[in-house]
């Protein structure tokens, strides 16, 4: 059963390889979003955060974003 797991999150793994940390960044601005929208709205059904929280989860993923580009402009110069 570990096998068939690792076979098949490996070759997942893989295939968003370079995709991984925009991934990242903007599920954490989602998430943010998400806060905001729980915080100012309670009826919504999301959950409630207080709005530095949401603002932290929202500057991290901007911040993924940012050093994904980064990581990706860096690969792409030691290749040429």
Known sequence: MKFLIDLIFGKLARSLDGYKTT???AGL???GLAGLIGH????AGLP???T???FGYIAGGFTALGIGGKI?????????
């Not at 100012?40 to 009826?43: E, K």
């Open 29 to 31: 601005i989602l998430v």
């Open 72 to 80: 990706e402009k860096v690969q792409s110069r030691q290749t040429d």
């Open 40 to 43: 100012y709205w309670p009826d």
């Open 52 to 54: 530095e929280t949401s």
């Open 48 to 50: 409630d955060m207080d």
């Open 23 to 25: 991934i990242g960044g």
